[in-house]
Protein backbone atom coordinates (compact mmCIF):
# COMPACT_ATOMS: atom_id res chain seq x y z
CA UNK A 1 0.00 0.00 0.00
CA UNK A 2 1.01 3.58 -0.92
CA UNK A 3 1.08 6.73 1.26
CA UNK A 4 -2.23 7.88 -0.40
CA UNK A 5 -3.84 4.55 0.20
CA UNK A 6 -2.53 4.30 4.31
CA UNK A 7 -3.83 8.06 4.53
CA UNK A 8 -6.94 6.71 2.77
CA UNK A 9 -8.08 3.92 4.38
CA UNK A 10 -6.79 4.99 7.84
CA UNK A 11 -9.45 4.50 9.96
CA UNK A 12 -10.07 0.80 8.34
CA UNK A 13 -6.77 0.19 9.00
CA UNK A 14 -7.31 0.95 12.80
CA UNK A 15 -9.63 -2.11 13.19
CA UNK A 16 -7.83 -5.02 15.21
CA UNK A 17 -9.86 -7.40 13.44
CA UNK A 18 -9.37 -5.89 9.64
CA UNK A 19 -5.95 -3.88 9.75
CA UNK A 20 -4.00 -3.91 6.83
CA UNK A 21 -4.54 -8.04 5.66
CA UNK A 22 -7.94 -7.05 5.23
CA UNK A 23 -7.73 -4.08 3.47
CA UNK A 24 -5.16 -5.54 1.06
CA UNK A 25 -7.79 -8.81 0.45
CA UNK A 26 -10.39 -5.99 -0.07
CA UNK A 27 -8.10 -4.59 -2.78
CA UNK A 28 -8.08 -7.78 -4.44
CA UNK A 29 -12.04 -8.40 -4.68
CA UNK A 30 -13.97 -8.30 -7.45
CA UNK A 31 -17.74 -8.01 -6.49
CA UNK A 32 -20.71 -8.15 -8.95
CA UNK A 33 -23.68 -6.13 -8.39
CA UNK A 34 -26.62 -6.79 -10.37
CA UNK A 35 -28.76 -3.78 -9.97
CA UNK A 36 -28.08 -0.42 -9.53
CA UNK A 37 -31.48 1.24 -8.07
CA UNK A 38 -31.63 1.71 -4.66
CA UNK A 39 -29.88 -1.01 -3.38
CA UNK A 40 -27.31 -1.14 -5.75
CA UNK A 41 -26.49 2.65 -5.79
CA UNK A 42 -25.69 2.38 -1.78
CA UNK A 43 -24.05 -0.93 -1.68
CA UNK A 44 -21.54 0.10 -4.64
CA UNK A 45 -20.76 3.25 -2.93
CA UNK A 46 -19.70 2.16 0.19
CA UNK A 47 -17.49 -0.69 -1.15
CA UNK A 48 -15.88 1.35 -3.86
CA UNK A 49 -15.03 4.04 -1.15
CA UNK A 50 -13.95 1.33 1.29
CA UNK A 51 -11.44 0.13 -1.09
CA UNK A 52 -12.76 -2.80 -3.20
CA UNK A 53 -10.63 -3.05 -5.96
CA UNK A 54 -13.04 -4.49 -9.01
CA UNK A 55 -16.92 -3.43 -9.22
CA UNK A 56 -18.86 -5.26 -11.92
CA UNK A 57 -21.93 -2.97 -12.15
CA UNK A 58 -24.76 -4.48 -13.89
CA UNK A 59 -28.19 -2.96 -15.04
CA UNK A 60 -30.16 -2.61 -18.17
CA UNK A 61 -32.59 0.44 -16.63
CA UNK A 62 -32.01 4.08 -17.64
CA UNK A 63 -32.33 6.62 -14.63
CA UNK A 64 -36.03 8.25 -14.37
CA UNK A 65 -36.86 11.44 -12.17
CA UNK A 66 -39.13 8.89 -9.99
CA UNK A 67 -36.09 7.11 -8.83
CA UNK A 68 -33.86 10.28 -7.76
CA UNK A 69 -35.46 10.12 -4.04
CA UNK A 70 -34.07 6.64 -3.45
CA UNK A 71 -30.93 6.32 -5.96
CA UNK A 72 -28.97 9.00 -4.25
CA UNK A 73 -25.82 8.59 -6.45
CA UNK A 74 -27.72 9.78 -9.07
CA UNK A 75 -27.82 13.78 -10.08
CA UNK A 76 -30.57 15.47 -12.53
CA UNK A 77 -28.97 16.01 -15.29
CA UNK A 78 -28.10 11.94 -15.85
CA UNK A 79 -31.96 11.23 -16.03
CA UNK A 80 -32.03 8.81 -19.65
CA UNK A 81 -28.82 7.46 -18.99
CA UNK A 82 -27.84 3.75 -17.94
CA UNK A 83 -28.02 3.14 -14.29
CA UNK A 84 -24.99 1.21 -14.35
CA UNK A 85 -23.11 3.78 -16.30
CA UNK A 86 -24.00 6.47 -14.73
CA UNK A 87 -22.61 4.93 -11.23
CA UNK A 88 -19.32 4.04 -13.03
CA UNK A 89 -18.89 7.47 -13.65
CA UNK A 90 -20.06 8.72 -9.83
CA UNK A 91 -17.93 6.05 -8.26
CA UNK A 92 -15.10 7.21 -9.98
CA UNK A 93 -15.03 10.04 -8.73
CA UNK A 94 -15.32 8.99 -5.17
CA UNK A 95 -12.38 6.28 -5.75
CA UNK A 96 -10.23 7.23 -8.93
CA UNK A 97 -8.28 3.86 -8.09
CA UNK A 98 -11.81 1.91 -8.25
CA UNK A 99 -11.80 -0.40 -10.97
CA UNK A 100 -15.12 -0.52 -12.66
CA UNK A 101 -16.42 -2.80 -15.14
CA UNK A 102 -19.82 -1.75 -16.80
CA UNK A 103 -22.81 -4.14 -18.05
CA UNK A 104 -25.78 -2.35 -20.20
CA UNK A 105 -27.39 -5.79 -20.52
CA UNK A 106 -30.03 -7.41 -18.40
CA UNK A 107 -27.83 -10.78 -17.06
CA UNK A 108 -28.59 -14.17 -18.54
CA UNK A 109 -27.25 -17.65 -19.15
CA UNK A 110 -23.78 -17.72 -20.16
CA UNK A 111 -22.92 -14.10 -19.62
CA UNK A 112 -24.57 -13.71 -16.18
CA UNK A 113 -22.26 -17.21 -15.30
CA UNK A 114 -19.12 -15.52 -16.88
CA UNK A 115 -19.60 -12.51 -14.40
CA UNK A 116 -20.67 -14.95 -11.52
CA UNK A 117 -17.38 -17.07 -12.14
CA UNK A 118 -15.41 -14.32 -11.55
CA UNK A 119 -16.56 -12.53 -8.98
CA UNK A 120 -15.49 -13.29 -4.92
CA UNK A 121 -19.16 -12.23 -4.16
CA UNK A 122 -21.89 -11.24 -5.79
CA UNK A 123 -24.60 -9.15 -4.26
CA UNK A 124 -28.15 -9.18 -5.97
CA UNK A 125 -29.96 -5.80 -6.22
CA UNK A 126 -32.31 -6.33 -8.79
CA UNK A 127 -36.12 -5.92 -8.96
CA UNK A 128 -37.24 -8.82 -10.72
CA UNK A 129 -37.99 -12.11 -9.82
CA UNK A 130 -36.38 -14.16 -12.54
CA UNK A 131 -33.21 -12.46 -12.51
CA UNK A 132 -32.97 -13.63 -8.86
CA UNK A 133 -33.44 -17.03 -9.56
CA UNK A 134 -31.00 -17.05 -11.94
CA UNK A 135 -28.43 -15.36 -9.63
CA UNK A 136 -29.06 -18.11 -7.16
CA UNK A 137 -28.59 -20.58 -9.54
CA UNK A 138 -25.54 -19.58 -10.71
CA UNK A 139 -24.12 -18.63 -7.64
CA UNK A 140 -25.18 -22.22 -6.09
CA UNK A 141 -23.28 -23.93 -9.22
CA UNK A 142 -20.42 -22.12 -9.35
CA UNK A 143 -20.04 -22.03 -5.15
CA UNK A 144 -20.07 -18.47 -4.79
CA UNK A 145 -21.31 -16.41 -1.32
CA UNK A 146 -24.25 -13.83 -2.09
CA UNK A 147 -25.78 -11.17 -0.43
CA UNK A 148 -29.76 -10.32 -1.49
CA UNK A 149 -32.15 -7.60 -0.51
CA UNK A 150 -35.17 -6.46 -1.45
CA UNK A 151 -37.03 -3.43 0.32
CA UNK A 152 -40.71 -2.16 -0.72
CA UNK A 153 -43.15 -0.14 1.23
CA UNK A 154 -42.08 0.12 4.29
CA UNK A 155 -40.22 -3.04 4.61
CA UNK A 156 -36.97 -4.78 3.79
CA UNK A 157 -35.52 -8.07 3.94
CA UNK A 158 -31.46 -9.01 4.00
CA UNK A 159 -29.94 -12.43 3.74
CA UNK A 160 -26.82 -14.05 2.53
CA UNK A 161 -25.95 -17.41 1.48
CA UNK A 162 -22.15 -18.79 1.60
CA UNK A 163 -22.33 -20.84 -1.05
CA UNK A 164 -18.47 -21.42 -0.92
CA UNK A 165 -18.79 -23.11 2.45
CA UNK A 166 -22.24 -24.68 3.12
CA UNK A 167 -24.75 -25.62 -0.16
CA UNK A 168 -28.06 -25.52 1.86
CA UNK A 169 -30.42 -23.97 2.31
CA UNK A 170 -31.30 -21.03 -0.99
CA UNK A 171 -32.55 -18.52 -2.06
CA UNK A 172 -35.23 -20.41 -3.58
CA UNK A 173 -36.41 -22.27 -0.77
CA UNK A 174 -37.36 -19.26 0.75
CA UNK A 175 -39.53 -18.03 -2.55
CA UNK A 176 -39.96 -21.57 -4.48
CA UNK A 177 -42.66 -18.90 -6.41
CA UNK A 178 -43.10 -15.25 -6.74
CA UNK A 179 -44.46 -12.77 -8.94
CA UNK A 180 -42.75 -9.86 -10.59
CA UNK A 181 -45.93 -7.86 -9.14
CA UNK A 182 -45.23 -8.53 -5.93
CA UNK A 183 -42.01 -7.60 -6.08
CA UNK A 184 -42.72 -4.08 -8.03
CA UNK A 185 -42.71 -0.61 -6.01
CA UNK A 186 -44.46 0.56 -9.28
CA UNK A 187 -47.20 -0.46 -7.64
CA UNK A 188 -46.42 -0.69 -4.60
CA UNK A 189 -43.79 1.63 -3.36
CA UNK A 190 -41.21 2.67 -1.43
CA UNK A 191 -39.52 4.94 1.10
CA UNK A 192 -36.08 5.93 -0.02
CA UNK A 193 -34.19 5.37 3.62
CA UNK A 194 -35.82 1.67 4.23
CA UNK A 195 -33.82 0.71 0.96
CA UNK A 196 -31.28 2.69 1.82
CA UNK A 197 -30.79 0.84 4.54
CA UNK A 198 -30.72 -2.58 3.21
CA UNK A 199 -28.25 -1.04 0.38
CA UNK A 200 -26.04 -0.12 3.37
CA UNK A 201 -26.44 -3.68 5.40
CA UNK A 202 -25.81 -5.15 1.88
CA UNK A 203 -22.35 -3.55 1.50
CA UNK A 204 -21.23 -4.49 4.98
CA UNK A 205 -22.29 -7.93 4.61
CA UNK A 206 -20.09 -7.91 1.09
CA UNK A 207 -17.01 -6.19 2.64
CA UNK A 208 -16.72 -8.70 5.39
CA UNK A 209 -16.77 -11.91 3.02
CA UNK A 210 -14.50 -10.30 0.25
CA UNK A 211 -11.58 -9.00 3.12
CA UNK A 212 -12.20 -12.63 5.28
CA UNK A 213 -12.74 -9.77 8.20
CA UNK A 214 -16.14 -10.84 10.46
CA UNK A 215 -18.91 -13.39 10.43
CA UNK A 216 -21.75 -13.54 7.94
CA UNK A 217 -24.18 -16.59 8.64
CA UNK A 218 -25.54 -18.71 6.10
CA UNK A 219 -29.36 -18.32 5.51
CA UNK A 220 -30.23 -16.06 8.40
CA UNK A 221 -32.95 -13.87 7.25
CA UNK A 222 -33.16 -10.04 8.29
CA UNK A 223 -36.56 -8.49 8.00
CA UNK A 224 -36.87 -4.77 8.47
CA UNK A 225 -40.06 -2.70 9.24
CA UNK A 226 -39.08 0.43 8.88
CA UNK A 227 -42.69 2.00 10.04
CA UNK A 228 -42.08 0.33 13.35
CA UNK A 229 -38.07 1.10 13.51
CA UNK A 230 -37.67 -3.16 14.24
CA UNK A 231 -36.00 -5.89 12.80
CA UNK A 232 -36.71 -9.80 13.43
CA UNK A 233 -34.30 -12.53 12.40
CA UNK A 234 -35.42 -16.02 11.16
CA UNK A 235 -33.05 -18.96 10.50
CA UNK A 236 -34.31 -20.38 7.06
CA UNK A 237 -34.25 -23.97 6.60
CA UNK A 238 -33.96 -26.09 3.53
CA UNK A 239 -36.82 -27.11 1.59
CA UNK A 240 -36.23 -30.82 0.61
CA UNK A 241 -38.33 -30.20 -2.30
CA UNK A 242 -36.13 -27.32 -3.84
CA UNK A 243 -35.61 -27.59 -7.80
CA UNK A 244 -31.85 -26.11 -6.63
CA UNK A 245 -30.64 -27.67 -3.23
CA UNK A 246 -32.97 -30.28 -2.59
CA UNK A 247 -34.37 -33.78 -3.97
CA UNK A 248 -35.43 -32.25 -6.79
CA UNK A 249 -32.49 -30.84 -7.89
CA UNK A 250 -30.81 -31.81 -11.14
CA UNK A 251 -27.30 -31.11 -12.25
CA UNK A 252 -28.17 -28.19 -14.53
CA UNK A 253 -29.51 -25.22 -12.42
CA UNK A 254 -27.93 -22.58 -14.38
CA UNK A 255 -31.05 -22.00 -16.87
Not at 123 to 149: E, G, H, M, Y
Not at 235 to 252: A, K
Request: proline share 2%; charged share 20%.
Amino acid sequence: MNELELDRYSRQLLLANFDVQGQLALGEANILIVGLGGLGNIAATYLATAGVGHLQLADDDKIEASNLPRQVLFDEDQIGDYKAQAAAQQIVKKNPAAKVTVLTERLAGEALANCVANADVVLDCCDNFATRQQINRACFKLKKPLVSAAAIRWEGQLISFRFDQQQSPCYECLYPELSDRQLSCNESGIIGPVVGSLGVLQALEGLKIASGCGQVEHGLLKLFDGFAGRWRELRLTQDTQCVVCGSRHSCNVSD
